[in-house]
């Protein structure tokens, strides 16, 4: 079993609407969370880091986080055409250094 | 913005051949991974390592090697290149302060075994 469970997609929703990622996890000990977001031919770029259960917002953002589930998710809201990407989750342990990555989740966005 | 460059972007080299793909970040961040990534599939962890003089084997058996002499360097060496290998390969870094994690990642080197 994998650590880190993303569904590939492709998703593909008209623009406007709110998208949901997720990602579901086995290991316990992972205490942060982080989700990237990659364009074709670019390497990942950092959108959003939490370390707690709960919601964190920035802008069209939200990640949330659910730690008695080991279930974490991305919204967005208000998606633009720009938006169309792969979108990795990636978690890690507090004292370690590994950290481990979805196989993301191919978003596209129809104008 | 975050400062890790990979060189070079793109690579095209015969099979056999010794190369060497260069990832330097000047944020003096410790911890430093190498990821190798096929079009559209995951992120494979191959080497990382946790400061200068220490490196670990990721997941993935790649056939390379890493060193780290110095906390801004971190090579990654193919002895023999195959048509296998050919990928892109990510280097990324790791800043942790307080409960905040970033990792950033360089721009990718492009390598085609012929």
């Known amino acids: 079993q994998k650590e880190v469970e993303q569904d590939p997609g492709p998703l593909s929703v008209p623009e406007g609407a709110i998208v949901s990622l997720n990602c579901t996890y086995s290991?316990?000990?992972?205490?942060?969370f982080m989700w990237y977001r990659q364009y074709s031919r670019k390497g990942p770029e950092l959108l959003m880091y939490?370390?707690?259960?709960g919601n964190k917002e920035d802008g069209r953002f939200t990640a949330q986080v659910d730690k008695s589930s080991k279930y974490i998710s991305l919204f967005i809201r208000d998606s633009q055409p720009s938006d169309s990407a792969t979108y990795l989750c990636a978690m890690g342990y507090s004292s370690a250094s590994k950290i481990i990555f979805g196989s993301g989740t191919r978003l596209s966005i129809r104008p | 913005e975050a400062d890790i460059y990979q060189t070079p972007r793109y690579l095209v080299i015969g099979t056999g051949k010794k190369i060497t793909l260069e990832c330097s970040q000047t944020?003096?961040?410790?911890?430093m991974y190498w990821y190798q990534q096929d079009p559209g599939m995951e992120l494979h962890l191959i080497h990382y390592s946790y400061g200068v003089n220490s490196t670990e084997k990721g997941d993935l058996s790649s056939e390379s090697t890493v060193s780290r002499i110095r906390t801004e360097h971190f090579p990654l060496t193919l002895e023999s290149a195959r048509p296998s290998h050919t990928s892109q390969y990510l280097c990324?870094?790791?800043?942790?302060?307080?409960?905040?994690?970033?990792?950033?990642f360089g721009q990718g080197t492009r390598l085609t075994v012929v």
């Open positions: 990324a870094s790791l800043n942790r302060e307080g409960m905040n994690t970033e990792a950033f």
């Open positions: 939490t370390y707690s259960s």
């Open positions: 944020m003096g961040h410790d911890k």
């Open positions: 290991n316990s000990a992972f205490q942060y």
